[in-house]
T-cell receptor, first 117, second 115 residues
Framework: AAGVIQSPRHLIKEKRETATLKCYPI?????VYWYQQGPGQDPQFLIS???????DKGSIPDRFSAQQFSDYHSELNMSSLELGDSALYFC????????????????FGAGTRLSVL | GENVEQHPSTLSVQEGDSAVIKCTYS??????FPWYKQELGKGPQLIID?????GEKKDQRIAVTLNKTAKHFSLHITETQPEDSAVYFC??????????????FGKGTHLIIQP
């Protein structure tokens, strides 16, 4: 079965540069979520989108922005990168409601490892 | 906001024995509680979930129990196998206006299965 696709898998940037991470949800999924996971830590929720509208907002820095496009893929834009932004960034996708009435079961991609030097 | 506490941080069990991981949550509005398994270098993989209208759910060797009154939920793995070795995260969420609430995760449990 198709899973969540994230690109690139690895990204190396210098301080103060910008980065764009892409997420392609599971086909027919209408909701995407972004999470940041530091080394040895739990994933921290950043932001989510449902039907191209921002739905929930977590601990996303003002330097970061995201959007969901008409084909439901999403991009996380990160500017003025700092050393502390080095982390794994996960995208998850879900269906608002499936055939069994289950809502928003989140499936994660393999992540993008961002290293800021 | 929601706060999820998870114990233990490390759990070592003999192959074939059972493993239990416990979590508590703070927000009584939370109503969805998934468990994820994460292997090194991979994304979290959903293994089982439970909603607040159910007290227990089982899927083969894995079961989850929920006590809404105590705000406590647990993961039970029976007949553990070497491939069960991984980091396990519990999580909690409610439903935002659009229904796409982010998950609040526990700190994780490193489960080690000793052969």
């Amino acid at each position: 079965a198709a899973g969540v696709i994230q690109s690139p898998r690895h990204l190396i940037k210098e301080k103060r540069e910008t980065a764009t991470l892409k997420c392609y949800p599971i086909p027919r999924h209408d909701t995407v979520y972004w999470y940041q996971q530091g080394p040895g830590q739990d994933p921290q929720f950043l932001i989510s989108f449902y039907e191209k509208m921002q739905s929930d907002k977590g601990s996303i820095p003002d330097r970061f922005s995201a959007q969901q496009f008409s084909d439901y893929h999403s991009e996380l834009n990160m500017s003025s990168l700092e050393l502390g932004d080095s982390a794994l960034y996960f995208c998850a996708s879900s269906l608002a409601e499936d055939h069994w009435g289950q809502r928003n079961i989140q499936y994660f991609g393999a992540g993008t490892r961002l290293s800021v030097l | 906001g929601e706060n999820v506490e998870q114990h233990p941080s490390t759990l070592s069990v003999q192959e074939g024995d059972s493993a239990v991981i416990k979590c508590t949550y703070s927000d009584s509005a939370s109503n969805y509680f998934p468990w994820y398994k994460q292997e090194l270098g991979k994304g979290p993989q959903l293994i089982i979930d439970i909603r607040s209208n159910v007290g227990e759910k089982k899927d083969q060797r894995i079961a989850v129990t929920l006590n809404k009154t105590a705000k406590h939920f647990s993961l039970h793995i029976t007949e553990t196998q070497p491939e069960d070795s991984a980091v396990y995260f519990c999580a909690a969420s409610g439903w935002a206006g659009g229904g796409a609430d982010g998950l609040t995760f526990g700190k994780g449990t490193h489960l080690i299965i000793q052969p």
